[in-house]
């Protein structure tokens, strides 16, 4: 659904935050082309995947959330 790029370009970090429609979506992506590519890269070290639920809650109270009407 969309991405959020992070880097601290000093350090070579690149990454995002990423926030998938569900489950099937985030697997699919994972496994899919885009990672596969990026861990082929020459000199790309320490590619690693984190996957977090997301906090429904606490996110609607910080407006983190699009919430339908």
Same mark, same amino acid.
């Given at each position: 659904?969309? !991405? ?8 070579? @970090? %690149? /990454? *995002?935050? &990423? +926030? ?5 979506? #985030?697997?699919? &992506?994972?496994? /899919? ?6 861990? #082929?890269?020459? *000199? @790309? ?6 996957? %977090?639920?997301?906090?429904?809650? +606490?996110?609607?109270?910080?407006? /983190? +959330?699009?919430? !339908?009407?």
């Amino acid at each position: 659904m969309w !991405k959020v790029w992070i880097a601290e370009p000093s350090w070579s @970090v %690149f /990454g *995002g935050v &990423y +926030l998938f429609a569900d489950e099937a979506s #985030a697997v699919a &992506y994972l496994e /899919g082309p885009i990672v596969e590519g990026i861990r #082929a890269i020459p *000199g @790309v070290s320490e590619f690693k995947v984190e996957r %977090f639920e997301v906090n429904e809650k +606490l996110s609607k109270i910080t407006r /983190g +959330l699009l919430v !339908k009407p």
